[in-house]
């Protein structure tokens, strides 16, 4: 499975979900300096993202892309906007809120007839929604992608699984959950900083999220709880 990557610099947000040839960008604000320190996100904010910004920030770009696993038959055409292959990924905005996601597909669901980019196009879909309507909280990325799992295994759902990870830049802080071996790069300067942690049960079996088809029990699936993410936050300080 290819694993889709985020990286954070300083000044710079990419995001890359590697699969198809496509292209998508958008302009959003980070805060100025960044020198991370690193630590769970262990309280509930008590403020929304529907509440007045607080900080002002600068300049931020973020953007998506990707690339063909098979590049024989020349580059793939991209019709969907942040739909790679069997990935998907997200740039969203609420006010002074700044959100990108990436959710990597498992194509191993294809075997049984499965279109694995069903459901990471639609779990990456109801993020994006959910950031937009402002029904989120900045500093539980986990819980926004909780929210988005839960409303995607209402029928009509879509059979299959993907990793996840969401990141957050609200006022000064960067907030970041991760589900299975999809993750980030925090760099400076041309430097890894920081490295988000992998999540597996065994080689090539990273946490995911999934839905079975009801006959499908649970022999030979995995599947697991978005509160598995995990959970961290990153906060710019002076050099």
Same mark, same amino acid.
Request: proline share 8%.
């Given at each position: 499975?290819?694993?889709?990557?985020?990286? $954070?610099?300083?000044?710079?947000? $990419?995001?890359?979900?590697?699969? *198809?040839?496509?292209?998508?960008?958008? &302009?959003?604000? @980070?805060?100025?300096?960044? =020198?991370?320190?690193?630590?769970?996100?262990?309280?509930?904010?008590?403020?929304?993202?529907?509440?007045?910004?607080?900080?002002?920030?600068?300049?931020? /770009? +973020? *953007?998506?892309?990707?690339?063909?696993?098979?590049?024989?038959?020349?580059? &793939? $055409?991209?019709?969907?906007?942040?739909?790679?292959?069997?990935? +998907?990924? !997200?740039?969203?905005?609420?006010?002074?809120?700044?959100?990108?996601?990436?959710?990597?597909?498992?194509?191993?669901?294809?075997?049984?007839?499965?279109?694995?980019?069903?459901?990471?196009?639609?779990?990456?879909?109801?993020? *994006?929604?959910?950031?937009?309507?402002? %029904?989120? %909280?900045?500093? =539980?990325?986990?819980?926004?992608?909780? /929210? #988005?799992? %839960?409303?995607?295994?209402?029928?009509? =759902?879509?059979?299959?699984? &993907?990793? #996840?990870?969401?990141?957050?830049?609200?006022?000064?802080?960067?907030? *970041?959950?991760?589900?299975?071996?999809?993750? !980030?790069?925090? @760099?400076?300067?041309?430097?890894?900083?920081?490295?988000? =942690?992998?999540?597996?049960?065994? !080689?090539?079996?990273?946490?995911?999220?999934?839905?079975?088809?009801?006959?499908?029990?649970? #022999?030979?699936?995995?599947?697991?709880?978005?509160?598995?993410?995990?959970?961290?936050?990153?906060?710019?300080?002076?050099?």
């Amino acid at each position: 499975m290819i694993r889709g990557k985020m990286l $954070v610099s300083c000044g710079r947000v $990419v995001v890359r979900a590697v699969i *198809s040839a496509g292209f998508i960008e958008q &302009s959003l604000p @980070l805060p100025s300096d960044c =020198r991370p320190s690193v630590s769970k996100c262990a309280h509930v904010s008590t403020t929304s993202a529907h509440q007045p910004d607080a900080t002002p920030t600068r300049n931020v /770009h +973020a *953007s998506c892309c990707g690339f063909p696993k098979d590049m024989v038959n020349g580059p &793939s $055409v991209v019709r969907d906007h942040g739909i790679f292959g069997d990935d +998907a990924c !997200f740039i969203a905005r609420f006010r002074n809120t700044h959100v990108v996601g990436v959710a990597d597909g498992v194509g191993g669901w294809r075997r049984y007839g499965i279109d694995p980019s069903e459901f990471s196009s639609r779990l990456m879909k109801i993020c *994006s929604d959910l950031v937009q309507l402002g %029904e989120f %909280e900045p500093c =539980r990325p986990d819980r926004l992608l909780a /929210h #988005a799992y %839960e409303a995607m295994s209402a029928p009509p =759902r879509p059979i299959g699984s &993907s990793t #996840a990870c969401i990141l957050v830049v609200d006022q000064d802080t960067l907030y *970041s959950a991760n589900l299975g071996d999809s993750g !980030f790069l925090l @760099l400076r300067r041309g430097q890894v900083v920081y490295r988000s =942690r992998e999540q597996t049960h065994y !080689f090539n079996a990273p946490f995911q999220l999934s839905l079975l088809p009801d006959n499908a029990g649970a #022999a030979g699936f995995l599947g697991d709880p978005p509160a598995e993410s995990r959970v961290e936050q990153h906060r710019p300080a002076e050099w």
